[in-house]
């Protein structure tokens, strides 16, 4: 399995942008799909975007437009730009690789 550590959260505005990093343990270079999930407390945890190999990506409804996945093969890190964020964007934000655990995630607050 892939070990893989979430960081880049923090408290920002309503409107205002983050960028998540997901570095792994080993090369990903062999893995074709990508993934980010959330979960906002007493919600379940919801997938939120993708990337294959190939670099074609998929996103939930609820950030399509404004959140962008990417990959870096070389430094072995996928990152989740995160633009116009909206209040309802707040939770605990996970990379999932297929093989990978769960990660600690990191925390996204988007408040006034």
């Known amino acids: 399995q892939v070990h893989l550590v979430e960081s880049g959260g923090g408290l920002v505005q309503p409107g205002g942008s983050l960028k998540l990093s997901c570095a792994a343990s080993r090369s990903i270079s062999s893995i074709n799909v990508m993934t980010w999930y959330r979960q906002a407390t007493g919600k379940e945890r919801e997938w939120v975007a993708l990337?294959?190999?190939?670099?074609?990506?998929n996103y939930a409804d609820s950030v399509k437009g404004r959140f962008t996945i990417s990959r870096d093969n070389v430094e072995n890190t996928m990152y989740l730009e995160m633009n116009s964020l909206k209040l309802e964007d707040t939770g605990v934000y996970y990379c999932?690789?297929?093989?990978?655990?769960w990660g600690q995630g990191t925390q996204v607050t988007v408040s006034s």
């Open positions: 999932k690789f297929p093989g990978s655990g």
């Open positions: 990337i294959n190999s190939g670099g074609a990506t």
